[in-house]
């Protein structure tokens, strides 16, 4: 079995929206149709996106971090979106694990939209049926890209590497290791929806040291020890003039 | 969430069908077994049985409103293995074929025997429509509050509590229509339909209550530490990531004070029940129909606004993502 899915490192995220306009501008560009805006230019505008960045803070100042949060459909492993649907346009791929809406078949009766818990899908004003990310489906298995771009477009913009993509089902898989090594979670376990896509923890980040940082491998006595002091009458930068 | 008019209308309207369907077959039971005289049926029955049609056409027409694609609505009755919309859709069409059959065969008195019970009582074509229907209707009810009951993360809806309201509010709108229509139509039943009417709305009130009771001790179980997974007791969304409309800002928020929802609670508490009971008490006896229709609309309007607040209460855990504008 394959479960695709993003794994979002809120460490890294710097929240510049780089994945919510590429995510933007592949899906309105699609064969499935626009992804409309209603009055773009106007005074109200209102529009229908598969990824927001929403950004929180967390504690109180001077003790304050800024979260900046990418939030997109999950791809939940145990949807309550799906069997809710009385169309069946609302489907989970078996294939790998893509949650997806036939748009073609959709009423637009919006009850998908009550029972995901996460508010990861929106009706497009425009087409009247309801949408949501899709996991760049049309590109993730396109043979006309390059091997290194069959990937979500949101994850080919993200400027830090903060979003991985892959199949979370495969131990060995980028993702899974990610998830493993630095702690991945799911977004409320409480509903035992079995989200996908995990966010990995904002984290200390250590100071690594390394042995030449320690040891000064430019050493010509290979002698540990204080180096000779240069004369004062030399020019003093001092890694590179003080033998 | 937002209250939807279509969905108001909807689940309102066809509770009365339902409710004056199910007081025109608790009629003919009682009638079957000489506890009550034998209405013309012409004029209860087959009358009786349009006016049940027109309240659920009329629901059926307003939930057209609510979908953004009606034209494709048929297909919404393919996934009724596990959708309850899906099985709504199906048994609401199915519960208005039935009343049209059951005020047809009153109305040409189409009575063929079916069977005789062993105590010599004669079921016909009609008693077993009427059970027919009666089965449906329950259904309907059920189906209707199961959309709202089975979702667990709207806990002001996730409870037995929803499928005793829909029914008895539904049953005692529709006995309530029954009684001011019995006053013209079969002035004999007058004293019995409002004293169902009666019993129903008290009973509607009293599992209104309880669920009202229920969902002001409700604490959250999402909250923005378990929405965006950190642990800290002080989170504060300072940007949802843009500042114009979007679906999740409209669709689940009423976009009204507190207050308001405090002033609708005590609004439909009088208007979908104590001002009935009252109207309904004193139609009753006096058989008036001026009183009994007055009770009828004041209901009405009751429950419509008991939808509103029903809605409006139910706070959904995407709302805690869309905290702040910006
Ligand atoms: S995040 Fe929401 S829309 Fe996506 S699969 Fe989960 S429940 Fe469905
Ligand atoms: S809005 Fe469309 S996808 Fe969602 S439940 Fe209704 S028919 Fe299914």
Not at chain 1, 31 to 43: H, N, R
Not at chain 1, 44 to 55: C, W
Not at chain 1, 94 to 106: A, F
Not at chain 2, 156 to 182: D, I, M, Q, R
Request: charged letters at 15%; hydrophobic letters at 45%; one cysteine or more.
């Amino acid at each position: 079995m394959t479960q695709l899915a993003l794994v979002i490192d809120l460490n890294v995220c710097v929240g510049c929206h780089a994945c919510v306009t590429s995510c933007k501008q592949w899906n309105t560009s699609g064969s499935a149709g626009p992804l409309t805006d209603l009055e773009p230019y106007g005074k109200d505008p209102n529009g229908a996106f598969f990824n927001r960045v929403q950004t929180f803070e967390v504690g109180e100042y001077p003790n304050t971090q800024t979260v900046h949060f990418p939030k997109s459909c999950l791809h939940c492993e145990d949807p309550p979106c799906v069997p809710v649907c009385p169309t069946g346009a609302s489907y989970k791929r078996v294939s790998d694990g893509i949650v997806l809406v036939d748009y073609d078949k959709c009423i637009g009766c919006k009850y998908c939209s009550w029972a995901c818990p996460y508010g990861a899908r929106e009706v497009d004003p425009g087409r009247r049926v309801m949408t949501k990310c899709t996991l760049c489906v049309d590109r993730i298995y396109d043979p006309a890209l390059a091997e290194a771009e069959r990937k979500p477009a949101c994850v080919m913009a993200c400027p830090t590497s903060a979003r991985l993509f892959g199949d979370i089902h495969d131990p060995e898989s980028e993702v899974s290791r990610a998830i493993r090594d630095s702690a991945g979670y799911a977004l409320m376990p409480e509903w035992g929806t079995h989200p996908a896509n995990h966010y990995l923890p904002r984290r200390k980040t250590p100071m690594r040291m390394h042995e030449d940082e320690l040891v000064r491998f430019d050493n010509p006595l290979k002698i540990d020890a204080a180096l000779p002091k240069p004369p004062k009458s030399d020019p003093s930068l001092d890694d590179v003039m003080s033998w | 969430m937002r209250p939807d008019a279509s969905v108001l209308l909807l689940t309102t309207l066809i509770g009365v069908g339902q409710g004056l369907f199910l007081a025109l077959a608790t009629v003919q039971l009682y009638a079957l077994g000489r506890l009550l005289p034998e209405p013309d049926a012409h004029t209860f029955y087959a009358h009786g049985s349009l006016l049940a049609l027109v309240f659920l056409a009329g629901g059926l027409v307003a939930s057209f409103f609510h979908l953004g694609r009606p034209e494709r609505a048929w297909r919404s009755a393919t996934m009724w293995r596990t959708s309850w919309l899906s099985r709504e859709v199906i048994v609401l069409p199915a519960m208005m074929s039935v009343v049209v059959l059951y005020g047809v065969a009153h109305l040409v008195a189409w009575k063929p025997v079916l069977a005789v019970l062993p105590s010599g009582l004669a079921i016909d074509a009609t008693v077993a429509l009427g059970v027919v229907g009666t089965v449906l209707a329950f259904a309907l009810f059920l189906c209707t509050a199961m959309i709202y009951a089975c979702l667990p993360f709207l806990r002001e809806w996730a409870t037995p509590l929803t499928v005793a309201n829909y029914t008895l509010l539904g049953g005692a709108s529709g006995f309530t229509l029954a009684a001011a229509f019995s006053a013209w139509t079969a002035p004999e039943l007058t004293r019995f339909l409002a004293g169902w009417a009666f019993v129903l709305t008290l009973a509607g009130m009293a599992s209104r209550v309880a669920s009202l009771y229920r969902n002001h001790r409700l604490k959250p179980r999402s909250t923005l530490q378990t929405a965006i997974g950190i642990k800290h007791p002080r989170i504060v969304q300072t940007s949802a990531g843009f500042m114009g409309g979007s679906f999740n800002t409209h669709e689940f928020f009423h976009g009204r004070p507190h207050s308001a929802l405090r002033s609708v609670k005590w609004v439909f508490l009088l208007a979908a029940f104590a001002i009935p009971l009252a109207l309904l008490a004193l139609g009753g006896s006096t058989g008036s129909a001026p009183l009994l229709v007055a009770a009828f609309i004041v209901q009405y309007a009751g429950l419509l606004a008991e939808r509103w607040f029903f809605f409006a209460q139910a706070n959904h855990p995407q709302n805690l993502y869309y905290q702040a504008v910006a």
